[in-house]
């Protein structure tokens, strides 16, 4: 598990150890020194160092991996920029006692060239200027290998927005801790390697940070069993949906649960009536029955949803299609089921539809899974002011309405407005239909139990891209379909009990 931090949180983390624990310049020393280290492995003998230094606490580490690379007899210059100096950069650009250049045209056909953007840093948040928008330019155009320290420079530091011009590094140096600004929006595709620098930061506030989760962070829930136990031990879960213009989007999440086998005793699948001939034996491992239809869209059966109300949790939404029924579906669960309640899909569409508010009361935990739009149109907040904040309007929205929720995109946000999770794995091949619905399976078989929920729901996410990332390797991003994850994800979850 690892921290991922806004620039407002990493700031006040270095103003804790700074008030605490250690000097403002002895911290730059350290992040500087580190840095240099980090460097070194890819410093040629024959390769020259430009150091493009800002006035801020970037500039500062840069002065710092300057003066080592130089004590080490390395070929290192500082194209030094921006007025208004820190009083820590100004000391270390006078400890430096190198050369400095103020033309980079020179260094254009230089192809052992290693380029060190320490110009802006943590804090980036507003549109550049010409002049920096101008010099970003000039260095991205330089050959050599391209280094960021902590932030590349044009990308906000929390929402990875670009600023402008942004440089793009082929390795960047997050230096303490990785920034949400690395993940979200452009911010992601600024580097092509990213690695974290220590400088041995004691926390203050950790448990207010975004997380991610890493495969021994899932082993809580894949303990070997014990021998004395039986089926009803190990929970019973159903899974609402499918309609005949959509039938396929249940069975992706059904398939989903079973080829997890993630140990739920009991799996129910309910489908229209009219298309019972569709599902009936495809899985013989699960229970099937019936919901009432009108050519293939279930309406409202009180009958049947009483007798789910007892399962540990239900899914609805996926394939469903758009009708008022599904929205009477969803507020007599949410008045009547006690368990695990998840909704995607459709059963979003109908709640953005006929009134958000239904989610104000409920007697069950409530865990919704809306890609951006669907969430747009839940939250009435503009994908454009989204991406500014994912996290934050993420944590509002499931403080609101007292549930969770997974965000998603290819970064996305779990939350239940307090613990947050970000799920960074998986890559473009997800960027399919039936992505979702599987998602939607996964997330189902793994909240068959309340323990730790935030992280069940997080789990599941990180189980899809993980098992997306298996799966490409065999497969190109272009071509891989949901079901042909099915098998990567048994992989993945033998990996994890085997730790």
Request: aromatic fraction near 10%; include cysteine; glycine fraction near 8%.
């Amino acid at each position: 598990m690892k921290y991922i931090l806004t620039s407002e949180q990493m700031k006040s983390c270095d103003r804790y150890n700074i008030a605490s624990f250690i000097s403002s310049i002895d911290l730059m020393e350290l992040a500087g020194k580190r840095c240099f280290e980090a460097i070194k492995p890819y410093i040629k003998k024959d390769s020259k160092i430009l150091i493009v230094a800002g006035s801020g606490g970037n500039g500062g580490d840069g002065y710092v991996i300057a003066r080592y690379a130089q004590e080490e007899n390395y070929d290192v210059e500082v194209f030094s920029f921006g007025n208004h100096h820190s009083e820590e950069n100004l000391i270390n650009k006078s400890r430096f006692a190198g050369f400095f250049t103020k033309n980079l045209e020179k260094y254009k056909d230089n192809n052992d060239l290693i380029i060190i953007d320490a110009l802006l840093g943590n804090g980036q948040n507003k549109a550049l200027s010409d002049e920096y928008n101008s010099l970003i330019k000039k260095m991205n155009s330089l050959n050599g290998f391209k280094i960021s320290i902590d932030m590349n420079s044009g990308i906000n530091s929390s929402s990875g927005e670009a600023l402008g011009e942004y440089f793009v590094s082929d390795l960047t140096l997050a230096i303490g801790e990785f920034k949400t600004g690395h993940y979200f929006n452009e911010g992601i595709n600024a580097y092509k390697k990213l690695i974290k620098i220590d400088i041995d930061l004691k926390f203050q506030d950790e448990c207010s940070y975004a997380k991610t989760l890493d495969l021994i962070d899932l082993k809580m829930f894949f303990k070997k069993r014990k021998s004395n136990t039986n089926k009803g031990d190990y929970g019973r879960v159903a899974l609402i949906g499918g309609s005949k213009l959509t039938p396929g989007a249940v069975e992706i999440s059904l398939n989903a649960l079973l080829s997890l086998r993630t140990g739920v005793g009991y799996s129910l699948i309910c489908v229209p009536e009219s298309l019972y001939n569709l599902y009936a034996l495809r899985n013989p491992e699960n229970i099937y029955a019936t919901i009432k239809d009108d050519n293939g869209r279930i309406i409202f059966d009180k009958e049947v949803l009483d007798k789910l109300l007892n399962y540990d949790a239900i899914a609805l939404g996926m394939g469903c299609g758009v009708s008022e029924d599904i929205y009477k579906i969803i507020a007599y669960l949410l008045s009547n089921f006690k368990g695990n309640l998840l909704l995607d899909a459709d059963a979003l569409n109908m709640v953005s539809k006929y009134g958000v508010d239904i989610f104000k009361k409920h007697q069950c935990n409530l865990i919704i899974t809306p890609h951006l739009k669907e969430f747009e149109r839940l939250s009435k907040v503009k994908i454009a002011d989204l991406k500014k904040d994912y996290i934050g309007y993420a944590k509002e929205f499931a403080k609101k309405y007292n549930l969770i929720i997974n965000l998603k995109n290819n970064i996305s946000v779990i939350t239940d407005g307090n613990e947050t999770y970000l799920n960074i794995n998986g890559n473009a091949g997800l960027a399919k239909g039936g992505s979702g619905d599987f998602l939607s399976g996964l997330t189902l078989g793994l909240i068959n139990k309340s323990d730790d929920l935030v992280k069940r729901v997080a789990s599941a996410a990180y189980l899809l891209g993980k098992s997306e990332e298996v799966t490409t390797e065999n497969i190109n991003e272009y071509s891989v379909l949901a079901r042909d994850i099915s098998d990567s994800i048994i992989k993945v979850i033998n990996e994890i009990y085997q730790k």
